[in-house]
């Protein structure tokens, strides 16, 4: 059984700053990928960021620049620092895992950012 607990969201300021945290706990194989999704009402749940276990980054074109991500392989982490943050960031986000092939999800955190 795989868990994923996301937290740290809420409301910012446009320009504002927001780290996410998520903890994964289970079988967790060592070679897998984590991240983040994001998904605004009424629209998909798009992809934000991504790190391999080997380190390989993949960040959206909406967000480069203004998102880092990073994990502890140790303790299977994944971070989101948010800086810049812009209204249209506004959404749930959800930490993501594939582990042996297979998709998790966090239960999602609720970024608002609104003046």
């Known amino acids: 059984q795989v868990q994923l607990v996301d937290s740290g969201g809420g409301l910012v300021q446009p320009g504002g700053s927001l780290r996410l945290s998520c903890a994964a706990s289970?079988?967790?194989?060592?070679?897998?990928?984590m991240g983040w999704y994001r998904q605004a009402p009424g629209k998909q749940r798009d992809p934000v960021a991504t790190i391999t276990s080997l380190g390989s980054l993949n960040y959206a074109n909406s967000v480069k620049g203004r998102f880092t991500i990073s994990r502890d392989n140790a303790n299977n982490t994944v971070h989101l620092q948010m800086n810049g943050l812009k209204p249209e960031d506004t959404a749930v986000y959800y930490c993501?895992?594939?582990?042996?092939?297979?998709?998790?999800w966090g239960q999602g955190t609720q970024v608002t950012v609104s003046s």
């Open positions: 289970g079988n967790i194989f060592r070679i897998n990928t």
């Open positions: 993501y895992l594939n582990n042996w092939a297979r998709d998790y």
